[in-house]
């Protein structure tokens, strides 16, 4: 009796152990989940493109003040006005009058009138000052991209955007009619926090509701808009001379996105993630008709719906530290930025033309980014994430380092010299790409918005100190290169440290333990993970 007892327990054992197998089977094919808004609104349809389309115009402007310094802080030649002006209208860069140290100047206005150089007397004594106001500028931006991060992620997209473009038409207004260079610092600052605030915030919407394979071609309109920006910079600051009046162009151009308010949604993303899903789908219907897709709704439960006690939607960026990967992505992910910013701003602003045409120049600049533009998200796609960033610092460094060997005067105009910087320039704009993209998918949505600032105070940064590097040495005009190069080259060693590759990832993490689980995986992600 005894023994029938233990053979029928065992043979129920087994029965058991068979339907576990079975259920963990069926958990490992169902564990992989697709994003519920995506789902219901589509991956990629008429809606989606519009949102693209405002990141393409809405691009150009922050191009445009981000770039503009090259310009408006143009050094032209001058001459000291204490004293008699020569016969040959000669601006000799004299900084002594007959009295002592030279109080005002007269400049070359044959190409640039009103620059911050002119207004202010930035020359002699007070040189070096031009450097510091873009470091202001970038300081402004290092503010705003965090702040405006933290602002979104908290109070949603939408409201930040809008508040974000009425600083940036007020500030760069203020800004050209200015008459004291203090006062114009500030409103520099806060000019930089609106620009790239407004830029980083609608790039997160877009971010949340398109499909992974569509992710890189969509970043690549942002991309187009900022190539069309920077073409367009140099024609503009040749037809409006007056440096004073071009600030109040741009910054008038700003205007027109004050419409948004009216034509660009919340994220419908964010909205499911803080819980207010009938929102959520407000938005999401809307954008289904624009789709002409069938809204079918969510079948979902938004996380702080179904557990009272998650409180992922309350959480900041300092959540990330208690989780290791994600701690470990955010520091390197920063050091790219960082490098990327430093770099690539460097080489835009502070190439020297070699007595070649100004605007010439500038537009090249902006005419060799095209190409990578198109070629960028097939390789993205197609190489992954983590091999386009790490080959483009790579090609970026050789580039450098190669220009800086070759001595001056072997070619005519340097030509080969520009070349070079130029091509180093473009990989470091295919690594902005990638970091866009990258850096958006590997964070969940909750401090998405957050992570993404974070890593783009970091290029900040970068750019704060890339014009105080131009002052280490002027008499050689290579050296900053040399030291871009460098960075370049360690940054692409730092970013094997960053996992996953996400290029095929099809559900973007929504809360800190599904970030969590997806920043351990070193292979290719396809999918999250749905089981914790």
Request: aromatic share 12%; proline share 5%; glycine share 8%.
């Amino acid at each position: 009796m005894a023994g029938n007892e233990l053979e029928e327990r065992n043979l129920l054992e087994g029965k058991e152990e068979e339907v576990s197998e079975e259920d963990s089977a069926s958990d490992e094919k169902t564990e992989e989940v697709k994003d519920p808004i995506l789902e219901c609104i589509g991956e990629f349809g008429v809606y989606q493109f519009y949102i693209c389309m405002v990141g393409f115009f809405i691009t150009i402007p922050h191009c445009w003040v981000s770039l503009s310094l090259k310009f408006v802080g143009m050094r032209t030649d001058f001459t000291c006005a204490d004293q008699p002006k020569s016969t040959n209208n000669s601006f000799d860069g004299i900084c002594s009058g007959p009295n002592g140290p030279c109080q005002n100047f007269w400049f070359d206005q044959s190409q640039f009138r009103s620059t911050i150089i002119e207004r202010w007397n930035l020359v002699c004594e007070r040189e070096g000052l031009d450097s510091i106001a873009q470091s202001v500028f970038f300081a402004g931006c290092l503010f705003g991209v965090f702040t405006s991060g933290v602002l979104a992620d908290r109070f949603g997209r939408k409201p930040v955007l809008m508040i974000l473009v009425v600083m940036f038409c007020v500030s760069g207004v203020l800004g050209g009619i200015t008459q004291y260079f203090y006062v114009w610092l500030t409103l520099r600052f806060f000019l930089g926090a609106a620009s790239i605030g407004m830029s980083t915030v609608r790039f997160t919407i877009q971010v949340e509701m398109i499909g992974s394979k569509y992710r890189t071609w969509a970043n690549s309109l942002g991309a187009f808009g900022w190539s069309a920006g920077y073409m367009l910079l140099p024609v503009i600051a040749y037809i409006i001379p007056d440096m004073s009046q071009l600030e109040i162009f741009i910054a008038l151009c700003g205007l027109p996105f004050l419409s948004l308010y009216w034509l660009h949604p919340e994220s419908p993303k964010w909205l499911l993630s803080v819980g207010r899903e009938s929102e959520s789908e407000v938005i999401a219907e809307r954008i289904c008709r624009w789709n002409n897709k069938p809204f079918k709704g969510y079948g979902y439960r938004s996380p702080s719906k179904q557990d009272p006690h998650n409180q992922d939607a309350k959480h900041g960026i300092t959540s990330i530290l208690k989780y290791p990967n994600m701690r470990r992505n955010l520091i390197c992910m920063g050091f790219t930025w960082f490098s990327v910013g430093m770099t690539y701003f460097g080489i835009a602003l502070h190439t020297p033309e070699f007595g070649s045409n100004v605007f010439m120049v500038f537009f090249l600049g902006g005419l060799i980014e095209l190409p990578t533009n198109f070629i960028a998200p097939w390789l993205l796609n197609v190489l992954g994430r983590k091999t386009v960033m790490m080959g483009s610092f790579f090609l970026c460094a050789c580039c450098l380092f190669l220009s800086g060997i070759i001595p001056v005067g072997l070619f005519y105009k340097e030509w080969v010299t520009v070349l070079l910087i130029t091509i180093g320039k473009v990989g470091i704009g295919a690594c902005f790409e990638s970091c866009y993209i990258w850096t958006s998918e590997i964070f969940p949505t909750v401090i998405r918005n957050s992570c993404v600032s974070t890593c783009s105070s970091c290029a900040r940064i970068g750019a704060i100190i890339a014009p105080l590097i131009v002052e280490i040495d002027k008499d050689n005009p290579m050296a900053p290169i040399l030291i871009y190069g460098l960075v370049s080259l360690a940054a692409g060693f730092n970013s094997y440290l960053i996992h996953p590759e996400s290029k095929n990832c099809t559900n973007l993490p929504n809360s800190l333990d599904d970030g969590e689980i997806m920043a351990t995986r070193k292979k290719q992600v396809s999918q999250l993970p749905k089981k914790i």
